[in-house]
């Protein structure tokens, strides 16, 4: 914590009512939602969706048509010293070719009014401290997406919002990622990521915000957005008399759908209901697995027909 912190209470980040319009294209459509503390909050869309345009609005950088983008009650731009309250990544982080990494994080350092020495602390924490010394030019994508991220920390924000974090990060980068930002949520901060990467956000999210064309489509927690989705709950099932069995359990009000490999799906019951179905019809089981539906499928169902060319 850096001394003299202007607040140490977390905030939410409230989207109401938010609308933009771009001549006859309207990019983000009366879309309301909120982030909460201490949470990771996967904001996902498919391309053109908006998604972007709201980060950008909520930063300030883009004025709304209607409606307002913030932190609690206040937006970006009533914040006193703002960078000590919100954290942004945007894009990779750009800085000047010949300066280093730590030179770098020290002029942001400045600017924002925190000791330098915060420099050394956020190169640390994203694990960037053997390149501090190294010139901005030899950074890879990677590694730009890392200073980036500790650009973003270097006044203790409580609000952190990162738009496709991963992009040229390898499996142990996306890893490191993930813990650092399941992390910073458990230390109570409100952390806002917007990212195509769809396993992964089911992996770090604890909740989502789902949009298509401007719209809200769906917010809540990823397990009760996955588990209210139509055919979300599954249950595959193989056995030598499919015909039976599709029978008693089609009888007991489940759903039945023959897979490609020949076992078959079932919805509408547990795979207890489906034991049990089978054993009074004296129907031999091979194969019995619960499975769930994943973020992916859910979000192509979710988003299926809804997303525009823009």
Known sequence: MIAGHPGTGSEEIVVAGLTKQYGKLRAVDDLSFTVRPGRVTGFLGPNGAGKTTTLRMLLGLVTPTAGRAGFGSRRYVE?????????????????????????????????????????????????????????????????????????????????????????????????????????????GRTILVSSHLLSEMQLMADDVVIVAAGRLIRQGPVDDVLGAMAGGAQVRVRTPQPAELTTALTAAGAGVTELPDGALSVTG???????????????????????????????????????EIR
């Not at 694990?127 to 500790?150: D, E, V």
């Not at 031999?284 to 697995?289: G, R, S």
């Open 79 to 187: 914040l006193d010293q703002p960078l000590r309250h919100v954290g942004a990544v945007l894009e990779a982080s750009s800085a000047h070719r010949g300066r280093t990494g730590a030179n770098h994080l020290r002029v942001i350092c400045r600017a924002a009014g925190v000791p330098v020495s915060r420099a050394a602390e956020v190169l640390d924490l994203v694990g960037l401290t053997p390149a501090a010394n190294r010139k901005f030019k030899g950074y890879s994508l990677g590694m730009r997406q890392r200073l980036g991220i500790a650009a973003a920390m270097v006044g203790d924000p409580r609000v952190l919002i990162l738009d496709e974090p991963a992009n040229g990060l390898d499996p142990e980068g996306i890893r490191w990622m993930r813990d650092l930002l399941k992390m910073l949520a458990a230390e």
């Open 269 to 307: 019951a547990d795979p207890a209901k489906v034991g049990h179905t089978a054993f009074a019809a004296g129907v031999e089981l091979h194969e019995l697995l619960g499975e769930r539906a994943d973020l992916e499928q859910v979000f192509l169902q979710l988003t299926a027909g809804k997303a």
